[in-house]
């Protein structure tokens, strides 16, 4: 069962429990993640933003109806969470950049701890 739903940039290893397990990626559309953050909602379930890149976060908060603010705090793995991974499909290091939905590389990952 989800827990919260969590936006997240592209991952840091950090962010998860040491220990053997896999990530299974699966790429999905802005249209595809606002309808899980629809569901989300209705089911009383948070969506909580880890996306610091300001251009990528207002647009984000437009598209998906969610008052979210760029957050720079670190992100640790809670069991339930679903993560949605959120990066540029060309990023521009060092730069501001106006992101677009276009812009936009999309994909929830899955976690299965191994034995």
Same mark, same amino acid.
């Given at each position: 069962?989800?827990? @919260?739903?969590?936006?997240?940039?592209? !991952?840091?290893?950090?962010?998860?429990?040491?220990? #053997?397990?896999?990530?299974?990626? @699966?790429?999905?559309?802005?249209? $595809?993640?606002?309808?899980?953050? /629809?569901?989300?909602?209705?089911?009383?379930?948070?969506?909580?933003?880890?996306?610091? #890149?300001?251009?990528?976060?207002? %647009?984000?908060?437009? /598209? %998906?109806?969610?008052?979210? $603010?760029?957050?720079?705090?670190?992100?640790?793995? $809670? #069991?339930?969470?679903? !993560?949605?991974? !959120?990066?540029? /499909?060309?990023?521009?290091?060092? /730069?501001?950049? $106006?992101?677009?939905?276009?812009? %936009?590389?999309?994909? !929830?990952?899955?976690?299965?701890?191994?034995?």
């Amino acid at each position: 069962m989800v827990r @919260r739903i969590v936006l997240l940039p592209p !991952i840091p290893l950090n962010a998860f429990p040491y220990g #053997h397990f896999s990530m299974e990626i @699966r790429r999905i559309t802005l249209d $595809e993640l606002r309808t899980l953050v /629809k569901a989300a909602e209705m089911m009383c379930i948070p969506v909580v933003n880890y996306v610091r #890149h300001e251009s990528t976060v207002k %647009l984000l908060s437009l /598209k %998906l109806g969610l008052p979210l $603010e760029p957050n720079s705090s670190l992100y640790k793995y $809670e #069991h339930g969470d679903m !993560i949605v991974i !959120i990066g540029l /499909k060309n990023p521009a290091r060092g /730069k501001e950049v $106006e992101v677009t939905a276009e812009d %936009l590389d999309i994909a !929830i990952a899955k976690l299965t701890p191994l034995p």
